[in-house]
């Protein structure tokens, strides 16, 4: 059972394009988090979403931020028109059905790096 | 502001030496989790703490959690070099009829062979 999978591992933009950020979630898995992490800071939560809905967006900043997670296929975080605040390590986790407990499995993370 | 501050913000001990760490939190919670993170590497679950458990174990970790003062501590005995990381707290609180992770802001061990 491969674990989180996130793509690409770094990615360069010029400021003003475009990042499309994916996250292919655990086997069985139907709850998507993104996280971002600035230098030296710890994580912080950006979206939480379940197939198809977005569940909270809360920490989402409220421009240039998407977030889906399509029936099919993976999550994808885009940002848009990026600058370089958005330069950070932007990580997925994914965890089973069920609110009970949801120990959460992370990605490796995406190093965005926005010149 | 996070929900977790741990403290202390870097820590750096002799390999072989025990290392806590602690955590804070404002709010209540369902459950507490600690994380560690290789520099420039994802999170790694450690171990998962219940808010009606009072201490747990796993290997040379040692967790404790404290509601009356919404504190919890990490123990690492006889730390090893590859200890080396930062660590985090995670708590997990009901909101909105699903529950939510909030971390902390991590604490940096190094370990010193």
């Known amino acids: 059972n491969a674990g989180v999978m996130q793509n690409p591992r770094h990615l360069v933009r010029r400021r003003g394009q475009e990042a499309r950020l994916r996250c292919s979630p655990m086997?069985?898995?139907?709850?998507v988090y993104w996280y971002r992490q600035l230098p030296e800071e710890g994580l912080k939560f950006m979206v939480y979403?379940?197939?198809?809905?977005?569940?909270?967006e809360s920490g989402m900043p409220k421009e240039r931020f998407s977030a889906e997670f399509p029936k099919e296929g993976p999550s994808i975080l885009r940002i848009q028109q990026v600058v370089r605040g958005d330069s950070a390590a932007y990580f997925c986790?994914?965890?089973?059905?069920?609110?009970?407990?949801?120990?959460?499995?992370f990605g490796p993370g995406t190093r965005l790096t926005v010149l | 502001s996070q929900q977790g501050e741990e403290d202390p913000q870097a820590l750096s001990i002799q390999e072989g030496e025990n290392a806590t760490m602690n955590c804070s939190y404002k709010?209540?919670?369902?459950?507490l989790q600690w994380y560690r993170q290789n520099s420039g590497r994802g999170l790694v679950h450690l171990i998962l703490?219940?808010?009606?458990?009072r201490e747990k174990h796993s290997g040379r970790l040692r967790v404790t959690l404290d509601t009356s003062k919404k504190s919890s501590s990490l123990l690492i005995t006889a730390s090893r070099a590859a200890d080396t990381a930062s660590y985090f707290c995670?708590?997990?609180?009901?909101?909105?009829?699903?529950?939510?992770?909030?971390f902390g802001t991590g604490t940096k061990l190094q370990v010193i062979p």
């Open positions: 703490i219940r808010s009606n458990e």
């Open positions: 086997k069985g898995h139907s709850h």
């Open positions: 709010t209540s919670i369902n459950n």
């Open positions: 995670a708590t997990d609180s009901s909101s909105g009829g699903y529950q939510k992770v909030t």
């Open positions: 986790a994914s965890s089973p059905p069920g609110t009970v407990y949801n120990e959460q499995f």
């Open positions: 979403l379940q197939k198809e809905n977005i569940i909270d």
